[in-house]
């Protein structure tokens, strides 16, 4: 944590007085906009969005950005509202401190820091989820580890940790990755690995397009349920080895196009 | 119980002969109305009766209802029908006493005592849900404590007691909160709480206004549901802290639009 | 055993040679009609089968019949369909013997024996359920006694027992209530209680009308889910106790038409 | 796994250089069609896809295919999509080295060799599904074998044995069966049974007919959660016995029109 602070107090001295504004959503002045984003793009955002609510790994809650293909420090991300309800004309532009380039008096979601603090630190990464995925918070509140027994989430290979936000922010925080403090210390638990779940709270999943961290949220989700009966059904678990997970993750990334079709095509349809 | 009883004694005997009858829910002399609500408001009561129902909080059976703002001895609630049917025109108003202020002979929820008799005792209470909610049924035939363990579900920090019919109504009622004495003593049971569940029967969960109770409701339901998974996964589970719930419920209370306008979207489209 | 085999040889007997066709489903002389029934109940009839299906009791498999107003003795039943696709053109008419009044060349369930030997020994049943109810099979492979824990459920307390087919087939039955000793048996199985499980297969409910063994196998399905969840979270589970289930039975079955005018409109509007 | 590489090694001598072409998806010389196979079951084989996924048997992966009519050394499949989305636009033929006859480009299922290899030795099947079932897999990595405990399962009687990759491609596989060798081995664990697992991955399950082996899919994956709630409730579980098993089936395979028809109805009208 004094790392993490300490991080902090340095990025702020960077930044100046500005920086600190900023972290607030208050800004006279606003980062400059990496111009618009193709409107495929938009359409996928919002798919995703919405895919999320179809498939269950969020419910009101829960978010997704993309990374600007423009400016590697902008990130487009909905004003904050339930995923199901998010439409082209909901979709924000932020840097990377998570302050908007065009606010316009729109709400924002109070843990976008999740997702700036990842696109600073992860340049390989291009798409970030957050979400309340029901079969993964009990993985953050116990010991068990969440493991790949099934090749559809061989992803999982790395291992999954837990962010512990008390260790972050003091024993007594709101649970809400809520300043840029707390988004780096997320995104150091998550370091290169492909999600990190949040204790008593939820998940985040990051992947290299939209789609990828769209199937990664959906099939961490599924893991975690296969992993909860087969451990009810006693005896030890067989789990992937590492290397199958690693061969099975590279088969199984030339696949997603073809949920994500699926997908869009029912979220899209309602 | 003999506090109950004699509490309930007592007060009978305050109103005279008058309360008893309307405690029977018969009365020659209907209460007056506080006058007619904001259309409004009678809305976000129908839609919470169907977002109850369409979240899988309540099934054919359970009942929600708002304090009037006019006039805080009376409240409204549907007639007795499922949830999920209920329209504007199957409101009524009710006394504390749960007395219909214009029955025009309809039937009424046996159970409208849970409500009267918890706004009567609790002023900050502005909406009552009563629910069958599933997955917290199984704590109250058990002896594992419903506890947070979700910052969405933060607000049950304060503990989730359980009502023992049995000690307040004697060893064979017919399971139902069908009169005042019994209003009483779960309204007793609940105390300062948010919830309180009922032993082989449901819960009851209050709030300060429509949304909350309604979030409130469908986040005891997952709390049960992610609580019991874990307890499943061995070992043991890290509940929020009571500094850290507060703060949690203190933050989250402020986004409970977020849901509120996407469950209600969905629940008045069907 | 041995009992059933003499009590089916001795109707044998009395029945002659065409009792014996009968039970085949193939008879020179078909049973008298009890008449037309009123079209309402012929409706209720079609709901029922409706809601089954669309309450997640039964799948493609599983039947419900009703007793002839007119006549004790013929009940009415759909011919071997799907019960969601179930119209008023499938209902057909039987005696308790199970043969059809008028069978047009039309197929019927093999397992019609169920309602038809129900009916005979139980003149208080109204209406029969079989269905495939998915959380009371596991009930009748294992030794947990099935138990009423939840007040809407708490017609089950006479108990459920569980008809063993080998004890009245023999060790290698198809599983398959396909005669009328194996209905008699079941009969026996089902005494004077509400519902029987079948070992490896489902269950039998009865009720007063239809509506109540509709509710019934509803809350049947219902009261085991929270019962295998409740012994999950471990120690001692809190069943209702007979005396308060008597008058919580009594005092529900007066709320009956509440779901079932909710589950009826939601059935026959897909 | 010596074994199969040798059968795999004679098989590719037997056939050539055009063998082992073929066995990567590319040859100048395709093989010859059938001929176009009845329009009836190209509908049947759409239905399929759609009721599989209509069922929650598989998601956004999984392929069934069926044999075609007129050339016991054919196959009938889609291209590679979604089952839900398949329409009889997608069907193509593949002989039984999984080589498409007609391939105009269109991508095909990295696992086809699944199904050509069951079809090369088990001469009774005519329909193969291979799904990701989700109640299956934990039982495919956890010791508890899966057993028939519900009639409508009593295929399941010869034992479901599971199919370790590990075993036939060594520890690195990417858990696909990408290739002649693997379809091989899993069509030696099926053996002569109605369904093997895949460790990590899912199933495969046959049938003399298309309904069959939709039927045996969907029935497989109710036992499945049957037996793990039966498990989960303690003490011994009451399965069938074979002969009852045997008898069961027998009966059973009657019926599946019944539920065909209904599924057919629904997957179709989305």
Do not use: C
């Not at 995703?48 to 978010?63: C, E, K, M, P, S």
């Not at 790395?158 to 709101?174: K, S």
């Amino acid at each position: 944590m004094l790392t993490t602070n300490r991080r902090q107090f340095l990025r702020a001295g960077a930044l100046g007085i500005t920086g600190v504004l900023v972290a607030r959503g208050v800004s006279a002045q606003a980062p400059a906009s990496a111009g618009p984003a193709d409107p495929k793009l938009i359409e996928d955002l919002v798919a995703a969005n919405r895919i999320l609510a179809d498939q269950g790994v969020v419910d009101g809650y829960g978010h997704v950005s993309v990374r600007h293909p423009a400016d590697p420090q902008r990130y487009l991300m909905s004003r904050s509202i339930a995923p199901e309800l998010v439409t082209a004309a909901d979709i924000m532009e932020f840097d990377l401190d998570s302050v908007a380039v065009d606010a316009r008096g729109r709400s924002v979601y109070l843990e976008r820091f999740i997702h700036g603090e990842i696109y600073r630190v992860r340049p390989d990464v291009v798409a970030v989820v957050h979400n309340h995925s029901p079969s993964v918070i009990p993985f953050g509140v116990t010991t068990a580890p969440l493991k790949p027994l099934y090749h559809m989430s061989a992803f999982l290979w790395p291992g999954v940790p837990v962010f512990e936000i008390r260790n972050a922010g003091g024993p007594a925080t709101d649970m809400l990755v809520r300043n840029p403090a707390l988004g780096q210390a997320l995104a150091k638990t998550l370091g290169a690995g492909p999600v990190a779940l949040m204790r008593g709270h939820g998940a985040v999943v990051v992947g290299d397009n939209l789609p990828e961290a769209v199937f990664r949220s959906f099939y961490t989700e599924v893991n975690a349920r296969l992993q909860a009966q087969a451990m009810s059904l006693g005896g030890p678990v067989n789990y992937l080895d590492t290397e199958e997970a690693k061969k099975a993750q590279a088969s199984v990334a030339g696949t997603i196009a073809r949920p994500w079709e699926l997908w869009k095509r029912k979220a899209l349809a309602r």
